[in-house]
């Protein structure tokens, strides 16, 4: 299995980016993948994952200091997983990585993931 993301840049505050994850030796019809961030002296946390095993059909989850500004979505056809990132803040500034996963879902404050491979991640900053 490969992880490539890519697409990080810098961009104002209030502006937007569209991450890419291609996922290379595992179908996304079978497993779910996740986006993840660590911001500077922070511990890497869950962003979203979407999951089509199972019976999920493409469900979502996202962490609730994303909602309402993050999407992700996903290509299956071209192995390919995106998060759009719209209303950024400068607090979203972090390195961005891609996770090919075992299980993804929420317990009401936080994702809950199982990752299998990680991406080497992208990096994003938010400033003026």
């Known amino acids: 299995v490969q992880v490539v993301e890519s697409g990080g840049g810098q961009v104002q505050p209030g502006g937007s980016l569209n991450l890419s994850c291609v996922i290379s030796g595992r179908s996304l019809d079978d497993y779910p993948v996740g986006w993840f961030r660590q911001a500077p002296g922070k511990e890497r946390e869950g962003v979203s994952c979407?999951?089509?095993?199972?019976?999920?059909?493409?469900?979502?989850y996202s962490a609730d200091s994303v909602k309402g500004r993050f999407t992700i979505s996903s290509d299956n056809a071209k192995k390919t997983v995106y998060l759009q990132m719209n209303s950024l803040k400068p607090e979203d500034t972090g390195v961005y990585y891609c996770?090919?996963?075992?299980?993804?879902?929420?317990?009401?404050?936080?994702?809950?993931?199982?990752?299998?491979?990680w991406g080497k991640g992208t990096l994003v900053t938010v400033s003026s």
């Open positions: 979407i999951s089509y095993g199972d019976g999920r059909n493409g469900r979502r």
């Open positions: 996770a090919a996963l075992f299980y993804c879902s929420h317990d009401g404050s936080q994702l809950i993931t199982d990752v299998d491979f």
